[in-house]
């Protein structure tokens, strides 16, 4: 019997969960073939700044997986081969290979497109410069850790303090680089957390050696050849390396004019038999109830999943439940998680909500916090009239990010603040308290007394 042909585009997490999923689901009866423009297969960018503070294995073992991974018959990945365009009434997709600089046309029954993003170059005077850089994928992460073990570089300015930013700006500063850190929002991590948390962590920032400049309105990157300073509105930083992590842009200019990826329900494009999945779509978002960008590997995945589960089904038997979207990330000492919603990502979304701050130690008074008793902050947004939890975050020098998982468990099943305030999770005071800290969240949240020992 032919097998049914499967073309997947991009080998990072969106194309290696497909072949996982369709291996699992139906091994021998599908040929696979995956091709990736880039020539190194499947680094995890999610990784980078393990590998820049020196605390990986191996930079090569920095990845989703190696070709080798997949040695079955049926399964072809291939490197250096950008796929150029669609034709959906032929079913095939024209794929020119860099090594011979060839072009061919291959047959799909079924294609998942996960061609992603890529960084952001500031629209600016100057981009171009010599030690501009970006951070995503294996050859930019390894042009960073040159530059990281150069002593010549001696400032760093890392322009954008998402999750992304901080990662870079905390290790260059482990590496002993004098470090500023830019946004043009008035706090970092804004599009993660509310001023509450990001007041902790920047002045957290400041004490780790990292200077937080905010507001800032990038103008220039000026320099001879190389980059020797950002022009902002108000001021001029030096630096001997910029490293830009400023938003991304999706890898879809080759689909405009062929395939909407957004365009339908069950993560199919406006394409018959052709599917998207990742960071170059919107995701479906449980506590916004629409469609938003949520760039993260957990989503990729898990429409992945969902994609190759229905893939021969005319019109799946449910559509995509959708995602909260969850991250955790620590800065220096402390450790965050959020999920869902926050003021931002609420307001951007055109969402209500109400936001509540829980802050308290970890575990019962008596326990000195030297003893490991440090303290809790808890941010939770619901929504105003039903209560139904949209959002949350968790913050400590304690790793609670654990507890980010359970919100996200609260959101996606829609629990609502009361459901929250009476869930029965376990105490035991070397852990937490007699209730535990998203029920005393939750139960502030409802303005009942404070949990009083
Ligand atoms: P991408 O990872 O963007 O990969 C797309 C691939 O497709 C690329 O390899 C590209 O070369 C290839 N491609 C594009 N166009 C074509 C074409 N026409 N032909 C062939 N190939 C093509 N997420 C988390 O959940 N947790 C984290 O901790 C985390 N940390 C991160 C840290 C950093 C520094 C960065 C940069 C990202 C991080 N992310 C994290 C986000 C995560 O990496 C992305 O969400 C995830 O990689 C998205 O996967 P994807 O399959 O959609 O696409």
Known sequence: MEKIKVVIVGASHGGHQSILELLTRYGENVDITLFEAGDYISFMSCGMELYLEDKVTDVNDVRNFRPENFPQSNVHILNNHEVKTIDADKKTVTVTSASDNETKEYPYDKLILSSGVKPNNLPVPGADLENVYLMRGYNWATKIKEKL????????????????GIEAAEASRKAGKEVVLLDVIDRPLGTYLDAEMTDILEQHLNENGIEVLTNAKIEAFTGNGKVEAIKTSEKEIPAD??????????????????????????????????????????????????????????????????????????????????????????????????????????????VDVRVSYYEDTLRPKYVPEEQGNPKVSIQLFSDPM????????????????GQGNVLALAIQNKLTLEELAEADFFFQPGFDRQWSMLNLAAQQALGEEPFVE
């Open 386 to 401: 039903t209560h139904q939890l949209l959002g949350g975050a968790v913050l400590s020098t304690y790793d609670v990010t």
């Open 149 to 164: 073990n150069d002593p010549a570089i001696k400032k760093i300015a890392v322009v954008g303090a998402g999750y992304i």
């Open 241 to 350: 390396l910029v490293i830009q992590a400023a938003g991304v842009k999706a890898n879809t200019e080759w689909l405009k004019g062929i395939v909407d990826l957004d365009e339908r329900e069950y993560l199919q494009t406006n394409l018959p038999d052709v599917y998207a999945v990742g960071d170059a779509t919107l995701a479906y978002s449980i506590p916004a109830r629409k469609k938003m960008p949520i760039a993260l590997a957990t989503v990729a995945r898990r429409e992945a999943r969902y994609v190759v589960k229905h893939l021969f089904e005319e019109v799946p038997n449910k559509p995509f439940g959708g995602v909260v979207g969850s991250s955790a990330l620590s800065v220096f000492d402390y450790h965050f998680a959020a999920s869902g919603l926050n003021s931002f990502t609420a307001a951007k979304a055109g």
